[in-house]
């Protein structure tokens, strides 16, 4: 067993045990790990992201969870950040640190409840989830922002699974564009390559995001083409 392998062990007896002690309640899972361990996103994720759906008090919540993870865990990092809860630590099981960061503001957004497994693990979680749809509107976001390229393999494996780009303006798309363009060949064979499962590594290294580029090159084609006709008559 890898180091990956045992590191999402690790991420969904740490899920289950947080889903067990009520501290999931008021919470939505989102992010990278939420589409692998619930969508079966064929690239590893190390993270645990949470967005707050009601309203609660951060700072006693902040102190519940410390407590509840240091019993359970080897607490290594954890802060009340400007926009964020962050709790890091480690098990006795698994090589890597588990970070889980908390949102403090409540946030509004589509979610549902699915099931988070793996197939290294024989236990399942149900949890409140992000939609497909929400995860579209926030990785578009995230690239915008940051210029990860995990954000666009997400994107891409999205659109694959038949989630459709928001309405947006066409500047907006140009601007996605123009990042998906801008990943290096070192980004696609380390940054990305490094956490892909071996099968579709290959691919990525050799035709990068040429499917999200297609996709992209139609919709601002016609966007562009309908924005001036509407400002040109």
């Not at 969508?39 to 949470?50: E, G, N």
Request: hydrophobic share 40%; aromatic share 12%.
């Amino acid at each position: 067993m890898d180091i990956f392998e045992q590191h999402e062990i690790f991420e969904i007896e740490a899920l289950e045990k947080l889903k067990n002690n009520r501290f999931l309640d008021s919470l939505v899972f989102g992010g990278g790990t939420m589409l692998r361990l619930c969508h079966d996103l064929p690239r590893y994720s190390a993270d645990l992201d949470f967005w707050m759906v009601k309203d609660i008090r951060y700072e006693p919540y902040f102190e519940r969870l410390e407590l509840f993870i240091s019993q359970s865990f080897q607490m290594t990092d954890v802060q009340i950040k400007h926009h964020t809860l962050l709790f890091e630590f480690r098990s006795l099981h698994s090589p890597r640190r588990l970070k889980i960061e908390v949102r403090k503001i409540k946030k509004e957004c589509d979610y549902q409840d699915k099931i988070a497994f793996s197939r290294f693990s024989n236990k399942q979680v149900i949890l409140k989830t992000m939609t497909l749809d929400q995860m579209m509107k926030n990785k578009i976001e995230a690239i915008l922002e940051r210029k990860a390229i995990r954000d666009g393999f997400d994107i891409e494996f999205l659109l694959r699974r038949g989630i459709n780009f928001p309405d947006l303006p066409a500047k907006q798309f140009l601007r996605l564009k123009k990042v998906v363009e801008g990943f290096t060949e070192k980004e696609f064979t380390v940054t990305l390559g490094s956490v892909l499962e071996p099968d579709i590594r290959e691919y990525y290294i050799t035709n990068r995001f040429s499917y999200l580029l297609e996709r992209l090159t139609l919709k601002t084609g016609i966007r562009e083409k309908g924005e001036w006709k509407r400002e040109n008559g």
